[in-house]
């Protein structure tokens, strides 16, 4: 079945340092992904998304592009701030008609960010 | 706008009882999908459910079970609670269609069974 694995953390970093946050997956075919952001005390937030090979999702600085050889989804962003703490998901969606489109997680990131 | 919206925010039960959490989602979404979120993990799907029919099911047993009403509102009811579904339940809905799979989150139910 399909899974999605991420860099284990927690990763605690510095402000205005960069940030990976690493992901692979497996997955048949050519599945959506994505990367979710979850605040302390709140629901899932989409970051970005990339629907095809060689697509870059970007929003807030952060950035990822999607990579069919490696299977890989890396969640980048190059000037970390205190806001961005949080806990960090990767997570896909299979492409196949007819399927009910449910997302396939990773076990999340968590990232703190000091000042 | 309102975001999608769940109810209750947290309760507690305990084994062998009964829970029902509640979703409404975006207006103009016709499709919801449930999720169990187990502290320290990501989130699993439960259950889709697209104009008032099922159209996916996880790996979870039949005491899970779910509908969706005519105002494209959803419950989600838990049977006979066990210590391991204490989790965060979060709601999702998305546009009009199956195939639809961006998904805007509620900030979800958090059951404690004890």
Redesign the interface.
């Given at each position: 079945g399909d899974s999605?694995t991420q860099m284990e953390g927690p990763v605690t970093l510095s402000e205005e340092a960069f940030l990976t946050i690493n992901c692979t997956y497996t997955a048949t075919g050519y599945p959506?992904l994505f990367w979710?952001v979850q605040y302390p005390?709140?629901?899932?937030?989409?970051l970005l998304?990339a629907t095809k090979a060689d697509d870059k999702g970007s929003n807030k600085g952060f950035e990822a592009t999607y990579r069919k050889e490696t299977t890989s989804f890396h969640l980048e962003k190059g000037s970390v701030q205190v806001s961005d703490s949080a806990v960090y998901?990767c997570?896909l969606?299979p492409i196949s008609?007819?399927?009910?489109?449910?997302?396939?997680?990773?076990?999340?990131t968590q990232l703190t960010v000091l000042p | 706008d309102a975001g999608?919206t769940q109810s209750p925010t947290h309760l507690i039960k305990t084994r062998g009882q009964h829970v029902t959490l509640r979703c409404s989602p975006i207006s103009g979404h016709k499709s919801v999908?449930w999720?169990q979120q187990v502290l320290?993990?990501?989130?699993?799907?439960i259950f889709?459910y697209y104009e008032k029919e099922e159209?996916?099911?996880?790996n979870f047993p039949d005491r899970f079970s779910a509908r969706q009403f005519p105002n494209y509102s959803s419950e989600l009811n838990v049977n006979a609670l066990l210590l391991g579904d204490s989790a965060l339940y979060?709601c999702?809905s998305?546009l009009n269609s199956?195939?639809?799979?961006?998904?805007?989150?509620?900030?979800?139910s958090r059951l404690t069974v004890l």
């Amino acid at each position: 079945g399909d899974s999605v694995t991420q860099m284990e953390g927690p990763v605690t970093l510095s402000e205005e340092a960069f940030l990976t946050i690493n992901c692979t997956y497996t997955a048949t075919g050519y599945p959506s992904l994505f990367w979710y952001v979850q605040y302390p005390g709140e629901g899932l937030q989409l970051l970005l998304k990339a629907t095809k090979a060689d697509d870059k999702g970007s929003n807030k600085g952060f950035e990822a592009t999607y990579r069919k050889e490696t299977t890989s989804f890396h969640l980048e962003k190059g000037s970390v701030q205190v806001s961005d703490s949080a806990v960090y998901f990767c997570a896909l969606s299979p492409i196949s008609s007819g399927s009910a489109r449910q997302l396939t997680f990773g076990s999340g990131t968590q990232l703190t960010v000091l000042p | 706008d309102a975001g999608v919206t769940q109810s209750p925010t947290h309760l507690i039960k305990t084994r062998g009882q009964h829970v029902t959490l509640r979703c409404s989602p975006i207006s103009g979404h016709k499709s919801v999908s449930w999720y169990q979120q187990v502290l320290g993990q990501g989130p699993q799907f439960i259950f889709q459910y697209y104009e008032k029919e099922e159209r996916g099911r996880g790996n979870f047993p039949d005491r899970f079970s779910a509908r969706q009403f005519p105002n494209y509102s959803s419950e989600l009811n838990v049977n006979a609670l066990l210590l391991g579904d204490s989790a965060l339940y979060l709601c999702a809905s998305s546009l009009n269609s199956p195939g639809a799979n961006v998904l805007t989150f509620g900030a979800g139910s958090r059951l404690t069974v004890l």
